[in-house]
């Protein structure tokens, strides 16, 4: 008896409506419309999770997520209460469980570069490294004009409003603390209570820095609207639409930059130098490292494996987006550098040269375009031949020359 009251209070408690049903808005974050949710029906936050994830067994009740981790991406399985729940909220809020689906957060299984993981919002891939999840930023003005957070501001290539033309806010100007509206659980109050809707901005100057921000701002947030990766003829020596942006910002923050912490506006301009000035910009790179790794050579160039000189530049140049040359603009300029380094080599008189560093299995499966079980296929039909007899992944044994000859003839 106590259990069908039980099942029939549950039921109706999940067909409740709220009395204030907020507008989702499209580039909207999940964290935005529940914490809108929630403050406009005066629910505290921990009873609407669990009203959110209540048609579930109420053994599950226990591990109802925190409002923090209530995202997603978050979770490792696909069918757990978080996502149940979202219908059930949807209901509740008088809307069609796709729209509020829609603003979901997923973990994606496109990989960037040496298997970085991403995460998808609508059909626009964002890589894990790029999206700021505890401290992020506001524009004052935007909260002004709607009180709510924009997915663009959870972007790090993200530093400025595209609509009113200022930086936008990192800190609170009251406090001073980094600005975080998931763990304040409050979109426009600080902790501190300092309305960031009042905070004055700082403009951007004109100049062509500026430029490029409000660019990339621009096709983030119209990218984020539309649910496409769309073009912008500004970047199109680097491929023109955002999801190729990101894969350049990706291989800018994992190689060029090598995973150091630099402060975000110096990175933001170690970018905005390195792509407007491509492929130039690259090339004076490589060529930086080549130099210095043949002064400092230990052995001879034959013995020595390409990454003891370029780290992992081939491993790193993977999966932006694909490794096809004609996709990959990034994996194809360091293939044309190399094959004309190897060339002005041969004019030249030295003896350690660049074609005879060594590439593993791994690198030699990324020039060829194919898997690393066909490079073992190519050896054992005789196609590749070997520095030596170690056979192990990882270690370097293909000629970089014979190698790159072969991909320059159009093998594949
Ligand atoms: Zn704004
Ligand atoms: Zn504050």
New binding site residues.
């Given amino acids: 008896m106590v259990r069908v009251v039980y099942q029939w209070l549950k039921v109706m408690l999940n067909q409740l409506a709220f009395l204030s049903k907020p507008k989702l808005n499209s580039d909207e974050t999940l964290e935005s419309y529940i914490l809108r949710v929630s403050i406009s029906n005066a629910i505290p936050m921990q009873q609407l999770m669990q009203l959110i994830c209540f048609d579930n067994q109420e053994e599950i009740v226990g591990s109802i997520p925190a409002f923090e981790y209530f995202n997603l991406f978050h979770s490792k399985t696909v069918n757990d209460n978080r996502y149940n729940g979202l219908t059930s909220l949807s209901h509740r809020l008088g809307m069609n469980s796709r729209s509020l689906r829609a603003v979901v957060i997923q973990r994606s299984s496109k990989k960037y570069s040496n298997n970085l993981a991403s995460l998808s919002y609508k059909r626009i891939n964002i890589p894990l490294l790029l999206f700021r999840k505890k401290l992020i930023p506001v524009c004052p003005r935007c909260l002004n004009d709607s009180e709510y957070i924009r997915l663009s501001w959870h972007i790090d290539l993200v530093k400025c409003c595209n609509e009113h033309k200022n930086y936008l806010l990192h800190y609170?100007?009251?406090?001073?603390?980094g600005l975080s509206y998931i763990s304040r659980q409050n979109i426009s109050l600080?902790?501190?209570?300092?309305d960031l809707k009042n905070a004055a901005i700082t403009s951007l100057p004109s100049n062509d820095y500026s430029d490029f921000l409000l660019r990339i701002s621009s096709l983030v947030s119209s990218s984020i609207k539309s649910g496409k990766s769309l073009p912008n003829k500004y970047f199109s020596s680097v491929g023109g639409d955002l999801h190729r942006i990101l894969s350049f910002a990706v291989f800018f923050y994992s190689y060029i930059n090598e995973k150091k912490h630099v402060e975000e506006d110096r990175l933001a301009k170690f970018f905005y130098y390195f792509i407007t000035d491509w492929p130039e910009s690259f090339k004076r790179y490589l060529s930086e490292r080549k130099k210095k790794g043949f002064v400092h050579l230990i052995k001879c160039s034959n013995k020595t494996g390409f990454n003891e000189i370029f780290g992992t530049l081939l491993l790193d140049a993977q999966n932006l987006p694909d490794n096809s040359i004609g996709n990959n603009i990034i994996l194809s300029e360091i293939l044309s550098f190399l094959s004309e380094e190897i060339e002005k080599d041969r004019q030249g008189k030295g003896r350690n040269k660049l074609s005879n560093l060594l590439l593993t299995r791994q690198e030699a499966a990324i020039v060829l375009g194919v898997s690393i079980n066909y490079v073992s296929k190519l050896t054992a039909e005789g196609y590749l031949s070997l520095a030596h007899k170690k056979l192990e992944a990882y270690i370097p044994i293909y000629s970089l020359g014979e190698v790159l000859a072969i991909s320059n003839g159009n093998f594949r």
Wanted: proline content about 9%; aromatic content about 10%; glycine content about 10%.
């Fill in positions: 609170c100007p009251q406090c001073k603390s600080c902790s501190c209570g300092y």
